[in-house]
């Protein structure tokens, strides 16, 4: 498969990891100069973010291989075990960091500086992050048919798209806490609310996230068109 047409097919993937990858670099950045805890999460959460998709990626990669001898149904389901294994990455790593972040600035404030960068570098992510999230939704929308969303949620057999779609839902919303814990340190003068959006944002992680099943019944509105070629008809002798 040539590079472009291989890009092309998996936009959404490469679109949320090169946004990602520069918005980690930013955070982290802003992260170290004003010493919050709230954007040093949000860069634990596009650290995370990135290499879900390269965990997708190669999920895909693996799954379009022929089918050979052993394997005479292909290998699609992989997909299906590296998209578990992203939502792991998500509650363990992502999750985890954050809250222990959020709970050490709690426990121990430090006084943050001059919020502007943070704020800067906030908006960035989120113009960055909206732009992903604005392919997820291009390409969703174009793939679920008369379906309605959380039906075609459910529906879906190509976990790549939705993973995405909720990861970057989850980014945006992620941004406007931390935005908000940054604001709220400075405006009540409590460094501690840094901390606490920290916390919220990792916790926010742990939300209960759509099932990609391997192994599930054909659904109804194409069962019932393949059963009635199987039915049996009484005939005239």
């Given at each position: 498969m040539a590079i472009g047409s291989y890009i092309r097919q998996n936009i959404v993937l490469f679109g949320a990891l090169g946004a990602n990858l520069g918005i980690?670099?930013?955070k982290f950045?802003?992260?170290?100069?004003?010493?919050?805890?709230?954007?040093?999460?949000?860069?634990?959460?596009?650290?995370?973010?990135s290499l879900n998709q390269v965990l997708l990626l190669y999920g895909?990669?693996?799954?379009?291989?022929?089918?050979?001898r052993d394997h005479p149904f292909g290998y699609g389901r992989e997909l299906y075990f590296w998209a578990f294994?992203?939502?792991?990455?998500?509650?363990?790593?992502?999750?985890?960091?954050?809250?222990?972040?959020?709970y050490i600035h709690w426990m121990s404030p430090e006084e943050?500086?001059?919020?502007?960068?943070?704020?800067?570098?906030?908006?960035?992510?989120?113009?960055?992050?909206?732009?992903?999230?604005?392919?997820?939704?291009?390409?969703?929308?174009?793939?679920?048919?008369?379906?309605?969303w959380w039906q075609a949620v459910k529906q879906s057999k190509d976990p790549a798209i939705?993973?995405?779609?909720?990861?970057?839902?989850?980014?945006?919303?992620?941004?406007?806490?931390?935005?908000t814990g940054v604001w709220a340190s400075h405006y009540f003068d409590m460094?501690?609310?840094?901390?606490?959006?920290?916390?919220?944002?990792?916790?926010?992680l742990t939300r209960p996230r759509p099932k990609a099943r391997t192994g599930a019944v054909l659904r109804r509105d194409?069962?019932?068109?393949?059963?009635?070629?199987?039915?049996?008809?009484?005939?005239?002798?």
């Open positions: 980690a670099i930013a950045f802003a992260a170290s100069v004003t010493g919050s805890s709230s954007m040093l999460s949000e860069g634990f959460h596009s650290v995370v973010d895909q990669h693996r799954g379009d291989r022929a089918p050979d294994v992203v939502a792991i990455l998500i509650f363990s790593v992502g999750a985890g960091l954050s809250v222990y972040e959020g943050l500086s001059d919020p502007a960068i943070n704020y800067i570098v906030l908006g960035v992510a989120f113009l960055m992050e909206g732009a992903s999230w604005s392919i997820a939704i291009r390409q969703f929308a174009s793939s679920k048919g008369d379906r309605g939705f993973v995405v779609l909720f990861e970057d839902s989850a980014a945006l919303a992620g941004l406007i806490v931390a935005a460094p501690k609310l840094d901390g606490a959006a920290s916390m919220v944002i990792g916790m926010a194409r069962f019932r068109p393949m059963s009635s070629i199987f039915t049996i008809r009484p005939t005239t002798p």
